[in-house]
Each structure stands twice: as structure tokens, then as C-alpha cells.
């Protein structure tokens, strides 16, 4: 049986914190990690849809804390099948939802963090997942596949910016 060999400068969870629930509203959409590395991809739209449309500012009393998250859940294959993301706002209360609205309850887990490196946020948080899907591949890592997510603050520059991603595990 051959042994995998792992990279010494892997990237690592700059630390592991336990949150409890909370709830988002946003924006959502369905698709798979094959179609968002082909010209397929639909999770690029919704950030665009997210602004363009001031669906945050839209939330507004609602709105817990500053920044905005994409969340990934319902994964059907864990990575490999469909998933869902929704861009949104970390909500007090359930936001009503309809056509346009989603609210979901992100469960209470431990999470893996990882802080991307400062510059494009769309590389740089695309270069950090590829990174992480090499992470999540080590013995002994166990993702849960519940809800992961990435946190934008809130004046992040997309040019300069840096994000933080959230992976659960067990």
C-alpha cells in the first residue's frame, strides 16, 4: 500500500473554534465543485446578484454583525455531489423567507479556521480552498460536511482583501 506523502508547508487552520448556531439570510443557488471549476460555475453570479442587488443592505435591522458569508450546506456527496450556497448576512431573528430570501440555521460545530492571504479576494479564497480540499485529504481529518462557510468582513476590499473560511469537523 503506497503511503501519501504530506506536504511540510501545507496549509494549516490557523486555529479551531466552537460556535454555536446561527442563522443567515441571503441569497442561494445549487451546484457542484465540477461545475464551479468549469465555465458552469454559478457561486461567481450570486456574489455578483448579492451586490448588485444590495441584498444585505436589505436585511438591514435584521442584520447581527457586520460582513457578509457565503455558506455551504446540504451536500449530498459531501464534495464530490451537489451542494448548496447561499451569499447572505448573519440575521437576530428568522428573516421571513421567500422567492428572493433564504434563511438557514447554520448548526452548532467546531470549525477548522483558515485565514486567506491578503490580495484578489476571488484568487486568493479559490486558491486557499484548493488548499484545503489537499488538508481535508490527511488522516485523522474529518469533515462533517453540515455547513462550512467563509466570513468577508465588512469594508473588504475585493482587489486587497482577506477572508476567513470555516470547515467543520468532527
Known sequence: MKQKTIDSNQIQPTRMEELPSFTLAGISTITTNEAELSLNGKIG???EQFYSQSIGEKLGVNILED???SC????????KGHYEILVGVQVNEKVQSNDRIKTITAPAATY????????????????????????AQ???INRTFSADFEFYGKNIDPEDGQA?????IK
Open 138 to 140: 490527511q488522516p485523522g
Open 112 to 135: 477548522a479556521v483558515f485565514v486567506t492571504e491578503r490580495g484578489p479576494i476571488v484568487e486568493v479564497v479559490q486558491r486557499a480552498w484548493a488548499n484545503i480540499w489537499q488538508w
Open 67 to 69: 460582513g457578509h458569508y
Open 164 to 168: 476567513e473560511i470555516y470547515i467543520s
Open 72 to 79: 455551504y450546506f446540504n451536500y449530498e456527496q459531501e464534495d
Open 45 to 47: 453570479n450570486l456574489f
